[in-house]
Every structure is written in C-alpha cells, then in structure tokens.
C-alpha cells in the first residue's frame, strides 16, 4: 500500500517525458510532408501545374500535392535529403516541451476553486484565467525556440537553390548571429506568436462554446470538440505560419528568400500585404488538392 503513491508519482512524472517522445517520434514520421508544406509556403514550385475540370465544366489549375512534392525532394535528394531540418526542429521542440512545463509550473491557479457552473460571469472568468495562462506559457516556448526554427528552416530552404551555408545547428547559429545579429536569429518571431496565441485563444473559446452550448459535455463530446476546435483555430491563423516561413528566410543570402523568387521585404507587414494582394496567403496549407494562384506568372510559363 505504501509503494502506491511512489508509483503514482513515478507514472505521473513520466507523463511529460512520453508526450515529448511522442512529439518528436511523430514530427519525425511527418518531416518530408512538412519540408513539402515549408518549401510550398515559401513559393517554391519547381513541378508544372495541371489543368482539371469540375463536373460543372469550370475548368482550373492545381499544383501537384504534397505526396508528389515529398517524392519530388526524394528524387533529387535521397531518403537522406528529406530529413533536412529535422535536427533543430528537434531542438526546437524540446525547448518549446520543458519552458511551456516549467512556466505552467511557476504560474499556480487554484485548481480548488469551485466554479459556479450556473453563472455565466464565472464559467467565462475561469476560461479566460486558463487562457491567460496558456498564452504565457505559449508565448514564451516560442520566444525561446525561435531561433532553432529560423535554422531549420533556412536549412530546408537551402533545397531551391542548392546552396550549403547552413550545415550544422551550432554552425548555423553563429553565422546568422556574425551576418544579422540577434535580430536575424528571431525574424518572423512577431507572426509566429500571432499564430500560436491566436490558435490558444481561438481554441479555448470554441471549447468553451462547444461544451457548454452545443454539446452534452461528456467526455467523448469535449474530445470531439477539442479537435474541431483545434482544427478550425489552426485554419484561421495559418496565414502567419506562411508570413512566418517567408520572413525567415527573406534576404538572408539564399536564393529563396531573394529576387526574383521573392521580393525584399521590409518588415512581416510589408510580406503579408504582398501575399494577400497575390492571393498566395493559403499557399501550402492543403495536403491534397492545391489550387494555384492566377497571379503566378512562373507557374503559368511551366504549362
């Protein structure tokens, strides 16, 4: 009887530990379809489009998935070149795992607290101390992985232009750190956190609605809505993860993030404008069918 509590404690220290084996075991088995989906948001398309006709006869131009994209990188690359990019994504969340942990451990609520669950105001003001949370910790497992996302990512930019000057994750650092300073090793950081916090809040919210509105909160309903709602949180913020790739690497010596594959910008502001007024702010966010921009000249001369 006495031994119980120690295992209990022993399980539930190691629950952490097996959340992030499983984070990396499954941004390792998805790597490749994300390196497709990276080099996509940063407009790179090296396959001719196609033409396909609706049943109602309307006929339009859609790129290549990004199955076919990951094999395209596997032919010119090898099983080896389609893990670019993985070592400091790895890092990268690792740091993002233990400081969300350890801030959610520094910030105590009172998990005591009896909620009024027939008063509005208070089921309300519990969501938003929970969210306020959640963001603190969000906020800062970015700040501080930022800098192994802009590596990994300049890695997997690399491909377009088939440059080396990024090679290894300390390396990579350095040289960012010696050419653009601190600044360049959190570029993009602004949207990023536009994404992650928007997904936080949007999530909690339509939890919130879900389970209290729309569904009989049981456990299968609130699963069931945890996933539309994380689903429809990650679509409306997915236009500052595309903003985010493309700030990264932009002039920053590669050839992707240079004219004529991409304009200089000067700030995230100035890429965003760019990418909504060239409907291209959606670019890689389908796995399956992926309509090409009209205002895409490079892809209509490939036709």
């Excluded at 941004?27 to 940063?42: E, G, N, S, V």
């Excluded at 395209?72 to 993985?86: A, C, P, R, T």
């Excluded at 520094?106 to 929970?130: F, R």
């Excluded at 650092?173 to 997904?199: C, M, Q, S, Y």
């Amino acid at each position: 009887m006495d031994s119980d509590p120690t295992n209990r404690s022993e399980e539930n220290g190691d629950a952490p530990r097996h959340t992030l084996i499983g984070k990396c075991v499954m941004k390792t088995l998805t790597h490749p379809l994300d390196y497709a989906r990276f080099l996509a948001q940063i407009g790179h398309e090296p396959m001719a489009p196609y033409r396909y006709r609706s049943i109602f006869g309307e006929e339009r131009l859609f790129l290549p998935n990004l199955i076919v994209y990951a094999k395209y990188i596997y032919s010119v690359d090898g099983f080896k070149g389609m893990y670019i990019g993985l070592g400091p994504k790895i890092l990268g969340i690792c740091i993002e795992h233990y400081s969300s942990s350890l801030m959610s451990d520094y910030i105590q609520i009172d998990k005591n607290q009896n909620v009024d669950k027939d008063s509005e105001l208070e089921v309300w003001k519990d969501c938003a101390i929970k969210t306020s949370k959640e963001m603190i910790c969000t906020a800062t497992s970015i700040i501080l992985s930022h800098p192994f996302h802009i590596v990994s990512m300049r890695m997997m930019a690399q491909f377009v232009g088939y440059e080396h000057r990024y090679t290894l994750v300390l390396q990579s650092v350095l040289l960012i750190n010696h050419e653009e300073g601190v600044k360049g090793l959190f570029a993009g950081i602004i949207p990023r956190l536009f994404a992650g916090l928007g997904t936080v809040i949007l999530v909690n919210i339509a939890k919130q609605v879900f389970s209290r509105y729309l569904f009989d909160p049981s456990p299968m309903t609130l699963n069931i809505a945890e996933f539309a709602a994380s689903f429809l949180a990650t679509a409306a913020t997915y236009s500052f993860n595309v903003v985010t790739a493309c700030t990264a690497i932009n002039n920053c010596g590669l050839a992707a993030g240079m004219p004529p594959d991409m304009p200089v910008f000067g700030n995230w502001l100035e890429c965003m404008k760019y990418l909504y007024r060239t409907d291209q702010l959606n670019r890689g966010s389908s796995t399956w069918f992926r309509r090409a921009p009209l205002s895409n000249s490079k892809l209509l001369k490939m036709l």
